[in-house]
C-alpha cells in the first residue's frame, strides 16, 4: 500500500519559472491537502479539497494554484516560482475531517528551492 | 496570526523521564486537536487526538490533556525513549476541515 505519494523529491527552480508538484494517494480519500514547512515556521496550509471539482484556500494560498479533477491527485502548481516559495512541500489525505477517527496521512514531501 | 502556538522551540531530556510537549490556540471554534510526530526526512505521522468534549485520551506511554479554558493542551510523554527523538507539532480543527498546525517542538531524548 503506497498511501500518499509525492513527486519529485527535489527541485531547484530558477526565479519566474513555473512547476507542478504532483500528489497522488491509493487510500480512496476524499480530503487533500497541500501544506508547506518553512523552518521554526511549522506547517503552513496553502489549499485543500473535500472532494473531487472542489478546493479551497488555506493560509497562504497567494502564489499557487490546485486542481483536483480525481479523487487520487491532487497537484499542487507554482506558475511565477520566487525565493519566498523555497520550502519543503508535503501533500496529505484523510478520509474525512482530520479528527483523531480519520487522521491526515503525509507524504515524504518535496524540497523546493528557488534561486 | 498564529492561532496554533509551541512556544518551546526544543526540549531535552534524559531517558526514562516524563517530557511534556506544550501548546496553545486562540480560535474557540478548535474542536479537535492532534498530535503529530515527524522525523527528518519524512511526512509527519499521527500520534494521538482529543476531542474538545474530553480533557483527557491516554494511549499508551502518550497521553494528551486538554484545558479549554486556558486553550491549551499539552502531550506526556511517560517513560521517554532515544527513539522518541523527533519533532512533534500540535494541530487544531473545526468543522471547516481545515487542520491548522503549531511551529513544532524538537525533542531530544538523551540515553
Known amino acids: 500500500n503506497a498511501g500518499v505519494t509525492q513527486t519529485p523529491k527535489f527541485r531547484i527552480l530558477k526565479i519566474g519559472q513555473s512547476m507542478t508538484l504532483q500528489c497522488t494517494q491509493d487510500m480512496n480519500h476524499n480530503y487533500m491537502y497541500w501544506y508547506r514547512q518553512d523552518p521554526g515556521m511549522g506547517l503552513k496550509l496553502i489549499y485543500y479539497s473535500v472532494g473531487a471539482g472542489i478546493t479551497d484556500k488555506g493560509e497562504v ?55 | 496570526d498564529q492561532q496554533v502556538k509551541q512556544n518551546s522551540p526544543s526540549l531535552s531530556v534524559q531517558e526514562g523521564r516524563i517530557s511534556i510537549l506544550n501548546c496553545d490556540y486562540t480560535n474557540s471554534m478548535f474542536d479537535y486537536f492532534l498530535w503529530y510526530k515527524k522525523y527528518p526526512a519524512e511526512g509527519p505521522t499521527f500520534l494521538i487526538s482529543i476531542s474538545s468534549i474530553k480533557d483527557k485520551n491516554e494511549d499508551g506511554r502518550f497521553t ?38 503549531g511551529q513544532g517542538t524538537t525533542l531530544q531524548v538523551k540515553p
Do not use: M, W
Open chain 1, 61 to 115: 494560498p497567494n502564489g499557487y494554484n490546485v486542481s483536483r479533477s480525481t479523487t487520487e491527485d491532487f497537484p499542487l502548481r507554482l506558475e511565477l516560482a520566487a525565493p519566498s516559495q523555497t520550502s519543503v512541500y508535503f501533500c496529505a489525505s484523510s478520509y474525512a475531517r482530520g479528527r483523531g477517527d480519520s487522521p491526515l496521512h503525509f507524504g515524504n514531501g518535496t524540497r523546493l528551492t528557488v534561486t
Open chain 2, 64 to 101: 494528551v490533556f486538554l484545558n479549554k479554558s486556558a486553550k491549551h493542551l499539552s502531550l506526556h510523554i511517560v517513560p521517554s525513549q532515544p527513539g522518541d527523538s523527533a519533532v512533534y507539532f500540535c494541530a487544531a480543527g473545526s468543522n471547516t476541515g481545515k487542520l491548522i498546525f
